[in-house]
Each structure stands twice: as structure tokens, then as C-alpha cells.
T-cell receptor, first 115, second 113 residues
Framework: ETGVTQTPRHLVMGMTNKKSLKCEQHLGHNAMYWYKQSAKKPLELMFVYSLEERVENNSVPSRFSPECPNSSHLFLHLHTLQPEDSALYLC??????????????FGSGTQLSVL | RKEVEQDPGPFNVPEGATVAFNCTYSNSASQSFFWYRQDCRKEPKLLMSVYSSGNEDGRFTAQLNRASQYISLLIRDSKLSDSATYLCVVNMGTNTGFQKLVFGTGTRLLVSP
């Protein structure tokens, strides 16, 4: 409905697994974002991509690896995660990433549980 | 001090009541401000932007006080469907010129019949 589609909706993985989260936007936007939302905590910005180029990495551990092959697709590759990484991972897009107060359109999120 | 601070609530109000939320921010250079709404187990959605002159959208009024570094959201004539978490969002910007939206933890509103 928002034009941003995330898959899967739910993911359970062990600490030794490797998985990927996928995000696709159909809005013609140039900027895409990954956010993490843990219980009782505010949304935390993880990565920002502008025209497929990473422009912000908010001190995220290397076990999270983003990939943006084009302006419509964004991936988050996960490996050797920890139980504290369990959270809702939200993808978002905006028209531009420049400082200008652009409205964010969020996907429905992937609820991740790390066992 | 947190970059964006909100009272987590919950605010329990009856239908028809008027309720107000405040949010404070730490960076005086912040340029743009928003209120997002997040329903349980759903993604956040933009409710309204907050302009220096204040703005109103139906039953919702947002105001900005730069001197005191806070923004507010007023909801009049509350409806059951207003029950949600309201997220205060501030664009802090980055050194590279890209926007960095910082979210508060949200204020939970419960409207009862």
C-alpha cells in the first residue's frame, strides 16, 4: 500500500545462519534506508543509500551488510547474528536523501528473531 | 540527554477528549520536524510535518517552539481509531549534507469508549 515492500515479514534464524532481508520500492525514489526498532527503544537509523551509493553508516556492526544494486532495491545481509539483534527491521525510501526534511515511506518490516 | 525525548505514556483518554503530547530535542540546529503515527505491529506513517508557524490538519494541530526546543501535537475530539503510538521525529542532518531523521521512543495513546 505504501509502495515499499519488504520480505520476509517474519524470520527466525540461528546465530550461525546467513540470511538476507529484501526491500523494494515502487515510488521512483532515490534514497533508501534501513532502520532497526527494538522493544521500548526508538527507531535507530542503520544505513542510508542515495542513488545506490551508501552515504551513511551509523556505526552498525559488520555482521549487518547492506547492498543496493539499484535505486529500487535494497538488501540487508545477515550473518553470525546475536540474540540482541532480534528486532523489527524497517526499510524506508524518500524522494531524495539530501537534508531537506523528506517524507519517509516505510515498508511493513521484517520481525527478526535470533535464537 | 537524548536527542529526541518523549513521554512514553500511555495516555488513557475517553472518546471526545482533547489530548496533547510534547517532545523535546537536543540539537538547536535541527531544521525540520514531524509527527509519525505507528499502529501496533505496523510500520510508521507520516501524520504531519511541523512548521515554524504551526499547522493544523483537521483535529490535529502541531506546533514548534524553537526557543525551548520542543514540538507538540494536539488531538481534539479523540476517536477510538486515534489509538496508536505517536512518534516525534527531528531531522538532525549529517556533516555530509544528508538528512538524518532521529525518532523519539513514541507516546502511546489509548482512546476508550
Amino acid at each position: 500500500e505504501t509502495g515499499v515492500t519488504q520480505t520476509p515479514r517474519h524470520l527466525v534464524m540461528g546465530m550461525t545462519n546467513k540470511k538476507s532481508l529484501k526491500c523494494e520500492q515502487h515510488l521512483g525514489h532515490n534514497a533508501m534506508y534501513w532502520y532497526k526498532q527494538s522493544a521500548k527503544k526508538p527507531l535507530e537509523l542503520m544505513f542510508v543509500y542515495s542513488l545506490e551509493e551508501r552515504v551513511e553508516n551509523n556505526s552498525v556492526p559488520s555482521r549487518f551488510s547492506p547492498e543496493c544494486p539499484n535505486s529500487s532495491h535494497l538488501f540487508l545481509h545477515l550473518h553470525t547474528l546475536q540474540p540482541e539483534d532480534s528486532a523489527l527491521y524497517l526499510c524506508a525510501s524518500s524522494l531524495e536523501a539530501q537534508k531537506g526534511g523528506e517524507k519517509l515511506f516505510f515498508g511493513s518490516g521484517t520481525q527478526l528473531s535470533v535464537l | 540527554r537524548k536527542e529526541v525525548e518523549q513521554d512514553p505514556g500511555p495516555f488513557n483518554v475517553p472518546e471526545g477528549a482533547t489530548v496533547a503530547f510534547n517532545c523535546t530535542y537536543s540539537n538547536s540546529a535541527s531544521q525540520s520536524f514531524f509527527w509519525y503515527r505507528q499502529d501496533c505491529r505496523k510500520e510508521p506513517k507520516l501524520l504531519m510535518s511541523v512548521y515554524s508557524s504551526g499547522n493544523e490538519d483537521g483535529r490535529f494541530t502541531a506546533q514548534l517552539n524553537r526557543a525551548s526546543q520542543y514540538i507538540s501535537l494536539l488531538i481534539r475530539d479523540s476517536k477510538l481509531s486515534d489509538s496508536a503510538t505517536y512518534l516525534c521525529v527531528v531531522n538532525m542532518g549529517t556533516n555530509t549534507g544528508f538528512q538524518k531523521l532521529v525518532f523519539g521512543t513514541g507516546t502511546r495513546l489509548l482512546v476508550s469508549p
